[in-house]
């Protein structure tokens, strides 16, 4: 696994910082919807209830639920939490279990439930380029002679 940079990577359609660790451990999720989960929680540590800036945050995925994430789904809700980055870091390194992150899960507001499942059963639209003659748009660019 390749080291964490020591800054933040910015993504520049999102105008905040996002953290190496978001993009290893959810290449299923864009990183647009992982800032949308967090902000359906408020911007609140679902463990410590801490609140904090959106870019700080962490979506931490439960037990081995990282390693099998294919497509994201509105099941995915029942397998990710809304972490600060010192709670993330408690849970990794004191080994917190499976159930008790699970445990977490059942103080979830119904509406954060249902906006996070909404987020993720979300389903992108393919990008279709519009249709342009080539030839014509080269022209264009390339001609200097005035119009």
């Given at each position: 696994?390749?080291?964490?940079p020591?800054?933040?990577?910015?993504?520049?359609?999102?105008?905040?910082?996002?953290r190496?660790?978001?993009f290893?451990?959810?290449?299923?999720?864009?990183?647009?919807?992982i800032?949308?989960?967090i902000?359906?929680?408020?911007?609140?540590?679902?463990l410590?209830?801490?609140?904090i800036?959106?870019?700080?945050?962490?979506?931490?995925t439960?037990?081995a639920a990282?390693?099998?994430?294919?497509?994201?789904?509105?099941?995915?809700?029942r397998e990710?939490?809304?972490?600060?980055?010192r709670c993330?870091?408690?849970?990794?390194?004191q080994?917190t279990?499976?159930?008790?992150?699970?445990?977490?899960?059942?103080?979830r507001?119904?509406e954060?439930?249902?906006?996070?499942?909404k987020?993720?059963?979300?389903?992108?639209?393919?990008?279709?380029?519009p249709?342009?003659?080539?030839?014509?748009?080269?022209?264009?660019?390339?001609?200097?002679?005035?119009?």
């Open positions: 696994m390749p080291a964490v020591a800054e933040p990577i910015r993504d520049p359609a999102l105008h905040v910082p996002l190496h660790m978001t290893l451990i959810h290449p299923a999720i864009p990183p647009v919807r800032k949308r989960i902000l359906a929680t408020g911007c609140r540590c679902e410590c209830g801490k609140e800036l959106a870019a700080d945050m962490d979506v931490h439960i037990g990282g390693d099998k994430i294919g497509e994201a789904t509105a099941d995915l809700e990710i939490l809304v972490l600060c980055p993330h870091q408690d849970v990794h390194e080994g279990g499976e159930e008790e992150q699970r445990a977490l899960l059942s103080f507001k119904p954060v439930i249902q906006e996070i499942r987020i993720l059963s979300t389903k992108q639209k393919p990008y279709v380029p249709e342009v003659d080539l030839e014509t748009a080269y022209s264009d660019v390339t001609d200097l002679r005035p119009h």
